[in-house]
């Protein structure tokens, strides 16, 4: 039975040569065009397919990937391979986030194209080992990020309400002076409160709380 493949793409001579080259296989059958994101759900829920190949730029910037998303929300089963003319870190990762089981990118030779579909189709995708090094290091920074959230959250449930402004003073750019001069207490004061955060959060310097509060993006919480 040949690999039935579907293949969305905006750009009209892009998607004939497409079609062209599967059809030239022996063991590949194209069972419907797509020429934006709404065509290619339709077709992915009345066609049955082994694999969709999607333009990720069509009718809007990810056009694709919102289609992906919409398709695999109906059949997680489904194996999407996206096609795109570009190859920048953020797009490699919203793409494959999408849940798509590979990238590639337009122009490739015909031959490496024909052995990502049958990769993908017998389960061992060939994802090309900078997308792979890209989501590798997505997967740690997330990861990374999560374990100092915790940590993070953790230690602010600890703060007294005296610290808690003091890290608002400290977020607004307040100098140590100034801080003592607004909260109307000595300047020693606010440097042993300081190094009581210091020790709480495990940092070595005040601008290392501020940065870590901006990175985790919870300075609403004070």
Same mark, same amino acid.
């Given at each position: 039975?040949p690999?039935?493949?579907?293949?969305?793409?905006?750009?009209? /001579? %892009?998607?004939?040569?497409?079609? &062209?080259? #599967?059809? *030239?296989?022996?063991?590949?059958?194209?069972?419907?065009?797509?020429? @934006?994101?709404?065509?290619?759900?339709?077709?992915?829920?009345?066609?049955?397919?082994?694999? /969709? %190949?999607?333009?990720?730029?069509? &009718?809007? #910037?990810? *056009?694709?990937?919102?289609?992906?998303?919409?398709?695999l929300?109906? @059949?997680?089963?489904?194996?999407?391979i996206?096609?795109?003319?570009?190859?920048?870190?953020? /797009?490699?990762?919203?793409?494959?986030?999408?849940?798509?089981?590979?990238?590639?990118?337009?122009?490739?030779?015909?031959?490496?194209?024909l052995?990502?579909?049958?990769?993908?189709?017998?389960?061992?995708?060939?994802?090309?080992?900078?997308?792979?090094?890209?989501?590798?290091?997505?997967?740690?920074?997330?990861?990374?990020?999560?374990?100092?959230?915790?940590?993070?959250?953790?230690?602010?449930?600890?703060?007294?309400?005296?610290?808690?402004?003091?890290?608002?003073?400290?977020?607004?750019?307040?100098?140590?002076?100034?801080?003592?001069?607004?909260?109307?207490?000595?300047?020693?004061?606010?440097?042993?409160?300081?190094?009581?955060l210091?020790?709480?959060?495990?940092?070595?310097?005040?601008?290392?709380i501020?940065?870590?509060?901006?990175?985790?993006?919870?300075?609403?919480?004070?």
């Amino acid at each position: 039975m040949p690999i039935r493949v579907i293949i969305a793409e905006d750009f009209d /001579l %892009l998607r004939e040569d497409l079609a &062209e080259t #599967l059809s *030239a296989e022996a063991d590949m059958q194209v069972v419907g065009l797509a020429s @934006c994101g709404a065509e290619a759900e339709r077709l992915a829920a009345s066609v049955d397919f082994d694999i /969709l %190949l999607m333009d990720i730029e069509m &009718e809007h #910037l990810n *056009a694709g990937v919102e289609a992906a998303e919409h398709i695999l929300d109906d @059949c997680p089963q489904a194996k999407i391979i996206f096609l795109t003319a570009h190859e920048t870190d953020e /797009l490699i990762i919203e793409a494959m986030g999408a849940g798509a089981v590979d990238y590639i990118v337009k122009g490739c030779p015909e031959q490496e194209l024909l052995q990502h579909i049958r990769a993908a189709y017998n389960g061992k995708p060939m994802m090309d080992a900078r997308i792979q090094n890209t989501v590798m290091r997505e997967y740690s920074r997330l990861r990374r990020s999560e374990q100092s959230l915790l940590f993070f959250i953790n230690n602010v449930a600890q703060l007294t309400p005296a610290e808690r402004a003091l890290v608002r003073f400290l977020l607004d750019g307040y100098k140590i002076r100034e801080i003592a001069e607004a909260r109307c207490v000595e300047v020693v004061t606010v440097k042993t409160q300081i190094s009581g955060l210091l020790k709480k959060f495990g940092c070595g310097r005040t601008r290392e709380i501020v940065d870590m509060i901006r990175e985790l993006g919870v300075e609403r919480l004070f």
